[in-house]
């Protein structure tokens, strides 16, 4: 992966279990993207260990958050909202200029609203990785 800015990152999202091709529909009125890979800290810490802890990986998570502008007139707005309402699971890629980055089904999470006075009107949504993402390698 090269150095890019990161407007150059795309997200896109699709029917649950969908394969990374079939992830085509692009949520393009998203901005300041956030990809989070987490782990649970275990602590494993001994008197052995003193002063410092002595800690474990544990359970992993992902999940994605972003602003999506609102639009109810968009179709992607309506998915998502579709999917948040019901709970069904979506599928969602995002991947970088290089073509690298991930996939996976998830959830809707936050779907609220953010009515700024001197911002345009978005809606912070939080995707939470059903699983473990799959990697795409770069195509370069």
Not at 2 to 27: K, L
Request: aromatic share 8%; with cysteine.
């Amino acid at each position: 992966m090269t150095v890019q800015a990161g407007f150059r990152t795309d997200i896109f999202i699709g029917a649950a279990g969908a394969a990374p091709g079939a992830i085509t529909t692009e949520i393009a009125h998203a901005r300041d993207l956030t990809v989070n890979l987490t782990a649970d800290e275990i602590d494993r810490t001994a008197r052995a260990d003193a002063p410092w802890t002595n800690v474990l990986q544990g359970m992993k998570t992902w999940s994605i958050d972003f602003g999506l502008l609102h639009d109810e007139l968009n179709a992607v707005h309506d998915t998502i909202e579709n999917a948040f309402y019901s709970g069904d699971t979506i599928s969602v890629r995002v991947v970088d200029s290089d073509g690298e980055g991930f996939y996976g089904d998830c959830k809707v999470f936050n779907f609220s609203d953010e009515l700024s006075m001197t911002d345009v009107a978005q809606r912070p949504i939080t995707l939470r990785g059903l699983g473990a993402p799959t990697r795409i390698p770069s195509a370069s």
